[in-house]
């Protein structure tokens, strides 16, 4: 069974420029939710998405967006990139939404971003 | 602004001994909570959940959770040198608004 899959792997972009991540879940899975990995703030929940909607977000500004398709791959985008942009952005799969209890995610390889 | 509390770290412990891995949470109203090992320039990877008080065991891997005390802790018997690697607590409440992780605590087993 395939894992959860992101792409690119690797990726420098340049401030005021956006980018746009792409994250294929583990097959059958509904849930697709988004994180934002730094030295310094650590991993920080970004948004979540259910079948094709956005079900919980964390605290970001609204230059971070997403969106799910009907086959549950789902992509976010950065606008306006800034230097602080520069992380490790990685997804997770999970069977069920997360405001279920006993429900776990899986993370993909991650994609890390580099912003000049 | 709610947390999840680890100690940094780094934890050694020879090989063959017990790693005790420590976390409390602020949020009385988290209700599920993880366990992720994350090796270097890796993903985190699931080890192990837990949502009712008291222990459960997976292997080599035992989480005990303590609601009232918000405490969760991780035990890794028999430690292996290939555990090293860098050990996030994370605490969820049923909305899923809150899915906050610790700062991680960063293990090295000694062989």
């Known amino acids: 069974k395939a894992g959860v899959t992101q792409t690119p792997r690797y990726l420098i972009k340049t401030r005021g420029q956006q980018v746009t991540l792409s994250c294929s879940p583990i097959?059958?899975?509904?849930?697709v939710s988004w994180y934002q990995q730094t030295p310094g703030q650590g991993l920080q929940f970004l948004f979540e998405y259910f079948s094709e909607t956005q079900r919980n977000k964390g605290n970001f500004p609204g230059r971070f967006s997403g969106r799910q398709f009907s086959n549950s791959r789902s992509e976010m985008n950065v606008s306006t990139l800034e230097l602080g942009d520069s992380a490790l952005y990685l997804c997770?799969?999970?069977?069920?939404?997360?405001?279920?209890?006993?429900?776990?995610?899986?993370f993909g390889q991650g994609t890390r971003l580099t912003v000049v | 602004q709610k947390e999840v509390e680890q100690n940094s770290g780094p934890l050694s412990v020879p090989e063959g001994a017990i790693a005790s891995l420590n976390c409390t949470y602020s949020?009385?109203?988290?209700?599920?909570f993880f366990w992720y090992r994350q090796y270097s320039g890796k993903s985190p990877e699931l080890i192990m959940s837990i949502y009712s008080n008291g222990d459960k065991e997976d292997g080599r891997f035992t989480a005990q959770l303590n609601k009232a005390s918000q405490y969760v802790s991780l035990l890794i018997r028999d430690s292996q040198p290939s555990d090293s690697a860098t050990y996030l607590c994370?605490?969820?409440?049923?909305?899923?608004?809150?899915?906050?992780f610790g700062p991680g605590t960063r293990l090295s087993v000694l062989p």
């Open positions: 994370a605490a969820r409440d049923n909305y899923g608004q809150n899915f906050v």
């Open positions: 997770a799969s999970s069977s069920r939404d997360l405001t279920t209890l006993n429900t776990e995610a899986f």
């Open positions: 949020d009385r109203g988290s209700q599920s």
């Open positions: 097959s059958g899975h509904r849930s």
